[in-house]
């Protein structure tokens, strides 16, 4: 049975050390966090160990993330060996930019959603990279990891996710999101 996943990466280095976002591809993956629905656990990946991931990545029916079109799957393609673009995706981002149209970051999302934000910011990933605090990567990945499947499935339980405002005000708008982007054919939809 093919696996649905829930994905995040750490890089070793910023856009700044690259040339910018432009040359996004050219930055190197530290760590990467993943679910498993099938194996209903949290795996980690270390950057040595991604000829391991791409095993895993090859068996995905579907891999959810928050920015994974923008910014975790291109970067991670050119460490494999199969087109990455050939597993369908849902980007949570894309969703509500989508629903909104703007962006919003994962931290607000999650704070306006779920009572529980980010632990650390994602330039904090690159300092632990560079310090060998591997349990702090660890830990700061898979809390994104965990974040983000949360957020999918309070979607798919409930049909929206609420977003701040952009006035600053603090309200919240529930914005409905497609269930037809969110469900598999195969899996049952309260919608």
């Known amino acids: 049975m093919k696996d649905e996943l829930v994905i995040d990466i750490e ?31 949290l795996l980690s990946f270390r ?5 391991e991931l791409e095993e895993v990545l090859k068996n995905a029916r579907r891999i959810v993330g928050f920015s994974v079109n ?16 050939a597993v369908p995706v849902l980007d ?24 529980a934000g980010k632990t650390n ?3 904090d990933a ?25 957020l999918y ?8 996710l609420m977003i701040p405002e952009r006035n600053s005000s603090g309200a919240l708008a529930q914005v409905h999101l497609d269930p037809s982007r969110l469900f598999f054919e195969d899996e049952n939809s309260l919608f």
């Not at 923008?70 to 673009?85: A, S």
């Not at 690159?126 to 949360?150: M, P, Q």
């Open 11 to 41: 890089t070793k280095n910023t856009f700044a050390d690259v040339g910018g976002k432009e040359n996004l591809r050219d930055l190197d993956v530290s760590f990467v966090g993943v679910y498993s629905y099938t194996q209903d656990r």
């Open 70 to 85: 923008r910014f975790d799957i291109p970067v991670l393609e050119k460490y494999f060996e199969f087109n990455l673009k």
């Open 153 to 160: 499935e309070l979607a798919k339980k409930q049909g929206y």
């Open 92 to 115: 949570l981002l894309d969703e509500v930019e989508l629903a909104t149209g703007h962006r919003i970051s994962l931290d607000l999302l999650a704070k306006a959603n779920i009572g």
């Open 121 to 123: 910011h994602s330039l």
């Open 47 to 51: 950057d040595h160990q991604l000829k």
């Open 126 to 150: 690159i300092t632990f990279y560079a310090a060998g605090d591997w349990e702090s990567l660890e830990k700061y990945c898979l809390n994104d990891v965990t974040i983000t499947r949360d």
